[in-house]
DNA sequence: GTGAATGCAAATTCTTTGCACGAGC
DNA sequence: GCTCGTGCAAAGAATTTGCATTCAC
């Protein structure tokens, strides 16, 4: 039901060369490999291509989520920190809860959310198309 | 009732030269002088008080927004768009709604999401100490 | 072959910083 | 005189780009 990355690719016309698809291998095995709190940005993705393909170039990595963004196939994140991060686009949206002090990234959806910024949008007059939402907290002490 | 942001910066400590002054004085116009939807980058902000006082240097700008910022007077964004935007912090929290066409921005407040948030949170054991909510959307033809 | 993708390094853009000078107490 | 802020220019970090080469069809 849920189409890999690559049969995106194909499906939006996007070529894969070997450098975009060991890119889009490392990206689709990022929450398997490193659990859900996952979002490299592109160091951290050129850094793990790099040990497969010790030849890929940054410009190409950085060139290669750019245009699987612009294609609808990978999220970008502007979270606190300056860099860019990257996740595959899913069909559950998702947001986010980012532990301030460990960086942890923990995903939720809230239906109810999700149906109140609509009715936001709505509102003022608009469709929405897109929306950001992250939490920044702090753990709790169990208790 | 609501202390103007030289208040502010008194009351923490901030000291107030003539740049930063100036700089204060251009944020505090900035939505009466350019509308709500005026959330400046550090390049608008510099033009802007250049015009004022042209020998100010655009370190300095980068160098106050940073300290009103956590001095917790300014509210730092990072928009699409790669560069952070600034405004001043109200007491009423507000999100943005952006338009994706014009970059028209309307900000709101929907206590019904607030609320939810701080649910969310909680189900995941977290306090929530900050949020960040962008809507993005289309205007509809009027109807 | 031709057009697109890549690698490399240089260029851009945004932001920060080192340092000497200047302002205020 | 000391401390802190400022201006300037240089340094940094993140990202993009020009160009010659390589790759895929």
Redesign the pocket.
């Known amino acids: 039901m849920s189409d890999t990355i690559e049969q995106k690719c194909l499906s939006k016309g996007?070529?894969l060369?070997?450098?975009?698809k060991l890119i889009v291998k490392v990206i689709s095995q990022s929450k398997e490999a490193y659990g859900d709190s996952d979002h490299p940005?592109?160091?951290e993705l050129y850094s793990r291509v790099s040990k497969i393909?010790s030849?890929?170039?940054?410009?190409?990595v950085?060139?290669?989520v750019?245009l699987l963004e612009e294609a609808g196939i990978l999220a970008k994140h502007d979270f606190k920190g300056?860099?860019?991060r990257y996740e595959a686009m899913i069909e559950s949206h998702h947001d986010h809860l980012i532990d301030v002090k460990t960086g942890e990234i923990i995903e939720f959806v809230d239906e109810e959310i999700e149906k109140l910024q609509i009715k936001v949008a709505e509102k003022y007059g608009y469709s929405l198309v897109d929306h950001k939402l992250e939490l920044y907290g702090i753990k709790k002490k169990s208790q």
Request: aromatic fraction near 4%; proline fraction near 0%; avoid cysteine.
């Open positions: 996007v070529k060369t070997d450098q975009r940005d592109v160091d393909d030849k890929i170039s940054i410009a190409t950085y060139r290669t750019k300056g860099k860019a």
